[in-house]
């Protein structure tokens, strides 16, 4: 047996001592396996052992009553297994691994693949940031959790999976509708085998009382009390605010005077067994509460989904502008405002700098396909971000775009700006500039709509005061303390999800917004302007 397997059943081993960090005596045994004809035994796609205390017997079963099969994958079938293990027989299966080479947790072999022990890791609950690893730990919602895992590192025996990123996230849809397990977002832990030891020996609260960060721990009423240590730091802007530390046996302590502002990390330290029995993320405290509030409206606006006038007719449900309330007064906001001011602005650089993306028609299956997902992005992202004032550009701007688009905004009278050059595609659609304005004038003012809370003017950038463009995109101006933002669409709205193209925040939006702008005030005259509403 190999010195890393050694010590993981050393840890196995003080973690599953009772009183340690629980009192487990049973393991739930979950398994997500592989079954292809042909092959004796099933792969496994992803296992999870959970510590239980007064685990209650259960017949070993598969949780899915139907196969379940995915698409594209018709010589394989999927199931979910589980079954109830004492301690002692998952460490026995543990050892007979490490012997053998071959996994065996019940009466039947499990295919692997080359799974490497390692260490072990405290797991805590999500705070601030959701922590990754808890899309498959089960109920790590107090102290948190010790997890030792089996990693398959280069992962054979299911490439044939992580090679299929569709294949991989309806599997993670349709498991995740039986048991809650999200493992398409950790596709780096199929193959792997995790065993999960959740704090329950002792509880700690972290949290505040009269301006001081306080920490209260009750122990398990079978556990016998133990001196432990308890942390706290509160940390603002990268520098430590305050730091705390405490012996402490059972009641409440309080860690951290006046801790201010900033995020507050806790910790309590079992420096007789050397491990964490209790750990915080970064957690912030209210003491100001900004409130968004907005009247929805009673009716529904109402516009036909296409230009046909036998079209179905599309409902948003409108809502106002949201307005600011504060709750609360918070003493340290005068040095906090400015500092979060330049804080948002390093963040805003560091994002722009990612350079992420959503790419549509990346496959030959999926041209044509993508059409409604490009769609729904870009009304999603006007949901999100339209409140205040939406700007749509677009050499090839017509009034099916708009209806696609700038009508689906559900903030009742948000100023909306729509650009055209009045391109069309086809050479038998080409008119003469001013009939096709008229002509896109007459399809918008004609709609079966009731038009409510539309504020929209369309525009074209052509004629001597205007000039020609190429670049399309989805503008949200500047408003108060809000900065711009921008999408470069990566080809016209009447074109997305059709063919390959990519979606795209963009560096520097408040330069976009100021061009659009330059060119929207010099085509400002009736020559130039389509449609408007209200007029």
Request: some cysteine; hydrophobic content about 40%.
């Amino acid at each position: 047996m190999a010195d890393q397997d050694a010590e993981f059943l050393s840890q196995f081993d003080l973690l599953s001592s009772p009183g340690v960090v629980g009192l487990f005596d049973h393991f739930e045994l979950v398994e997500v396996l592989a079954f292809r004809a042909g092959c004796p035994d099933p792969t496994n796609i992803f296992t999870i052992a959970v510590g239980l205390e007064n685990g209650n017997p259960c017949t070993a079963e598969f949780l899915n009553d139907k196969r379940i099969r995915i698409a594209g994958l018709k010589d394989r079938f999927f199931g979910i297994y589980r079954s109830l293990l004492r301690v002692d027989d998952l460490r026995a299966a543990l050892e007979h691994f490490f012997d053998n080479g071959v996994w065996k947790p019940a009466a039947e072999s499990v295919s692997v693949g080359n799974l490497v022990a390692v260490e072990k890791r405290f797991v805590p609950a999500d705070s601030i940031d959701q922590i990754g690893l808890n899309r498959v730990t089960k109920n790590n919602f107090f102290n948190g959790c010790y997890l030792l895992e089996l990693f398959d590192l280069n992962k054979p025996s299911v490439r044939w999976l992580t090679d299929n990123p569709p294949a991989l996230q309806e599997l993670s849809r349709k498991v995740s509708e039986i048991i809650p397990l999200e493992f398409a977002s950790l596709s780096d832990r199929l193959g792997n085998i995790i065993i999960q030891f959740p704090i329950d020996a002792v509880r700690a609260q972290f949290g505040i009382g009269g301006g001081n960060y306080q920490v209260e721990v009750a122990w398990h009423p079978q556990v016998e009390e133990r001196e432990l240590i308890a942390t706290a730091t509160s940390e603002h802007d990268k520098s430590i605010i305050t730091f705390g530390q405490r012996k402490i046996l059972s009641g409440q302590t309080t860690l951290c005077p006046n801790v201010g502002y900033g995020t507050l990390q806790g910790f309590l330290w079992d420096a007789g067994n050397d491990l964490l029995l209790a750990a915080t993320g970064e957690i912030a405290f209210l003491r100001t509460m900004s409130l968004n509030s907005a009247v929805t409206g009673p009716e529904p606006r109402v516009f036909p989904a296409t230009l046909d006038p036998d079209a179905r007719q599309e409902r948003v449900w409108l809502s106002s502008f949201p307005e600011l309330n504060l709750i609360g007064s918070d003493p340290t906001k005068s040095i906090a405002e400015p500092i979060g001011a330049r804080i948002f602005e390093e963040e805003q650089d560091n994002l722009a700098r990612q350079h992420e993306f959503v790419q549509y028609a990346a496959e030959p299956k999926s041209r044509g396909v993508d059409r409604q997902r490009a769609l729904d992005d870009l009304r999603e992202l006007i949901c999100s971000h339209g409140a205040q004032g939406v700007w749509l550009w677009d050499p090839f701007l017509g009034p099916q775009d708009i209806l696609d688009t700038l009508f689906c905004n559900p903030t009742s009278n948000a100023p909306m700006r729509a650009l055209t050059f009045l391109k069309v595609r086809s050479d038998v659609e080409k008119k003469a500039n001013a009939d096709l304005a008229a002509s896109y004038r007459h399809k918008l003012s004609s709609l079966q709509s009731n038009y409510l809370g539309i504020n929209i003017e369309f525009r074209s950038g052509h004629g001597p005061q205007g000039w020609q463009f190429h670049d399309r995109f989805l503008i949200f101006p500047k408003s108060g303390d809000k900065a711009a933002k921008a999408w470069s669409l990566g080809t016209s709205v009447n074109g997305v999800g059709n063919s390959h193209h990519i979606l795209q925040q963009v560096d520097n939006a408040q330069f976009i917004a100021h061009a659009f702008q330059r060119l929207w005030s010099a085509v400002d005259g009736p020559a130039n302007l389509i449609w408007k509403f209200p007029e």
